[in-house]
């Protein structure tokens, strides 16, 4: 049986899910820009983490890219630079490459997430 591009047996479970949001966020955290977005936009950093395991869990698990970007776009009214984009993506790349993934899984997840962040930042 399988879904989408894996079998179930490959598919993305939500502790690893879990796992790359609390790895994810313990860097991007650290990075100056986004620690002083996230104090100046007074953000609840557990429920931005809530928020991404659900969303990440859909994302790696569905096919339906159009409602994605739907959903990303409302998530984010402000702009999204380019630079501001890539640094998020560039972090999120790094914690997907440290994940004990199969490479096919990491590869799946990073297009579906960089797919996501073009939309954001081309907008």
């Known amino acids: 049986m399988t879904k989408g591009d894996f079998q179930m047996s490959e598919a993305i479970q939500q502790a690893m899910i879990n796992e790359l949001v609390e790895r994810f966020?313990?860097?991007?955290?650290?990075?100056?820009y986004?620690?002083?977005m996230f104090a100046e936009r007074g953000v609840d950093i557990?429920?931005?983490?809530?928020r991404q395991r659900v969303f990440l869990m859909k994302l790696a698990n569905e096919n339906?890219?159009?409602e994605n970007l739907e959903k990303v776009q409302h998530a984010h009214s402000f702009q999204v630079t380019k630079e501001s984009g890539q640094l998020w993506m560039d972090t999120m790349k790094e914690t997907i490459m440290e994940m004990d993934?199969?490479?096919?899984q990491k590869q799946m997840l990073t297009d579906r997430i960089q797919i996501l962040l073009n939309g954001l930042v081309n907008r």
């Open 25 to 32: 966020y313990d860097k991007l955290t650290k990075i100056d």
């Open 34 to 36: 986004f620690s002083n």
């Open 46 to 50: 557990e429920h931005l983490k809530e």
């Open 64 to 66: 339906s890219q159009t």
């Open 101 to 104: 993934w199969s490479p096919e």
